[in-house]
């Protein structure tokens, strides 16, 4: 890859109608326009503009003045840091390892874990052409082969047993959409049950539980002000830890138990998302099957046959309704410039959400939910080719088009989930700079502009079955 094809591939992320930036800068502030800061796209773009100008590529129009004088010192070191890490970029997709090694040692330590959301994010991008570099240069065919995990559940740390519901209940305090994500699904599937008096959830990733309570509790208020009755609520937890998938039990259970719900818990431990098999879950007539998948289709991309078996096994539990939330980015190109600058892109947004909702930049908590859900996808998708890269994202129009020939039939969310979202994101500080707007059928949670994720709702078509 020569200059030409990493500044065409920038230019087309510069010129994206979904990010929208102030082209004008103020001689006297140093900032732009009404913002009190320049944003990490910005700094990103701004930075991609001086590169190409001192390589002295022409042509492209970013539509991008700066003038660096007038940046603070913290927006030049991020632009300076994006300025180095393109140029890095260059040289480890040209195969010059050598080269980018020492370029690389040079510029990694003006990153930093706790530094400005520029910083953080840079720093895990370091470490992914690190390892790229490692990757492609190590003798050792052993130490040089890249550790194959399952990315369908990013959320256990390694700080113990209890790692798990406490970056969840990071997540779910500091960031809406974690919310908005769930509890729009809660609520999709009470619309979905109507009268039913049989519920049986299949959640393919349980975490904590804790939007399952939300369940028990609408259930029990239904219970309560009408004649109908819910005889019985099933959740079946699938996970890939025990004592997790225990734990998840023994609180909903208790929770239940409280709410004077007939309830029953049944975990499914499993070493992959594809080893699931429809005699796992125990389905029975007359039941109403709600099967949640939250970012867990994704983790299959990599191998379409492990996709299609694994949405086959679901297909044939004939379920109700289909709950699917996924990342809405594309991460799955095979260029790697392509992917680079899509990933460089995409978490800018949430590096700066994080920065705007958790502004203590020592916060050990904020760092540790930055390295394991956004960190450990960074190095994947940068590092790897082939099998070894587990972490892809595509957006809505791809997994659209994938459920409809698989048979299912996309459904609307009620206008109640739709105004309880909006609801529950008013909630927060800064609830204006998120937007929540319609995908076709589905909804797309943004940051600023910035698509983040998409929850979108099926039925299957019983007639494609068999």
């Not at 939300?214 to 830890?241: D, E, M, P, W, Y």
């Not at 023994?250 to 409280?258: G, P």
């Not at 379409?304 to 991460?331: C, F, M, R, W």
Request: proline share 2%; aromatic share 10%.
């Amino acid at each position: 890859m020569n200059n030409k094809i990493l500044f065409a591939e920038f230019g087309k992320f510069s010129s994206r109608p979904n990010f929208q930036i102030c082209h004008e800068f103020s001689l006297t502030t140093g900032k732009c326009g009404h913002e009190s800061a320049l944003s990490s796209e910005e700094i990103i773009k701004a930075a991609g503009a001086l590169y190409m100008h001192a390589c002295g590529e022409e042509g492209l129009n970013l539509d991008y003045t700066v003038s660096v004088p007038v940046l603070s010192r913290e927006e030049q070191n991020g632009l300076d840091l994006i300025h180095f890490l393109l140029g890095l970029a260059e040289l480890v997709d040209k195969q010059r390892y050598e080269e980018g090694s020492r370029m690389l040692s040079e510029c990694k330590k003006f990153s930093s874990q706790m530094g400005s959301p520029i910083e953080r994010l840079c720093y895990y991008c370091f470490e992914a052409l690190q390892d790229r570099i490692e990757w492609h240069t190590c003798s050792d065919p052993n130490k040089g082969k890249p550790i194959i995990t399952d990315f369908s559940n990013n959320w256990r740390s390694d700080n113990g047993k209890s790692g798990i519901y406490s970056l969840g209940a990071l997540c779910t305090r500091a960031l809406p959409y974690a919310q908005i994500l769930q509890f729009t699904t809660v609520q999709a599937i009470l619309d979905g049950v109507g009268h039913g008096d049989r519920i049986h959830v299949i959640d393919l990733g349980i975490l904590t539980g804790s939007q399952w309570t939300a369940l028990i509790q609408s259930l029990a208020l239904r219970f309560s002000s009408s004649s109908s009755s819910v005889k019985h609520l099933k959740i079946t937890a699938v996970g890939v830890n025990s004592d997790e998938l225990e734990e998840s039990g023994k609180r909903l259970t208790e929770f239940a138990k409280a709410m004077a719900i007939s309830f029953s818990y049944c975990s499914v431990k499993i070493s992959r998302l594809d080893d699931i098999d429809e005699g796992l879950f125990k389905v029975k007539a007359g039941e109403f099957v709600a099967v949640n998948a939250p970012n867990v289709f994704r983790s299959l991309l990599y191998d379409p046959s492990l996709l299609g078996k694994t949405v086959n096994v679901i297909k044939n539990l004939i379920p109700d309704i289909l709950v699917v939330s996924e990342v809405e980015a594309q991460h799955n190109s095979p260029s790697f410039a392509d992917r680079f600058l899509e990933v460089l892109f995409y978490y800018s947004a949430h590096f700066d959400c994080l920065e705007a909702m958790l502004p203590d930049r020592n916060d050990l908590k904020r760092v540790n939910f930055e390295e394991v859900c956004y960190g450990s996808q960074i190095r994947n998708m940068i590092a790897y080719e082939g099998g070894y890269r587990r972490v892809r994202h595509v957006k809505m129009d791809k997994w659209r088009s994938f459920f409809q020939q698989a048979g299912f039939k996309e459904m609307d969310f009620s206008y109640r989930a739709l105004y309880q979202a909006g609801l529950l994101l008013k909630q927060y500080d800064n609830a204006e700079r998120f937007t929540i707007e319609s995908n076709g059928s589905a909804i797309t949670i943004g940051w600023k502009g910035a698509q983040l994720h998409t929850l979108s709702l099926w039925s299957f078509n019983k007639s494609h079955n068999g």
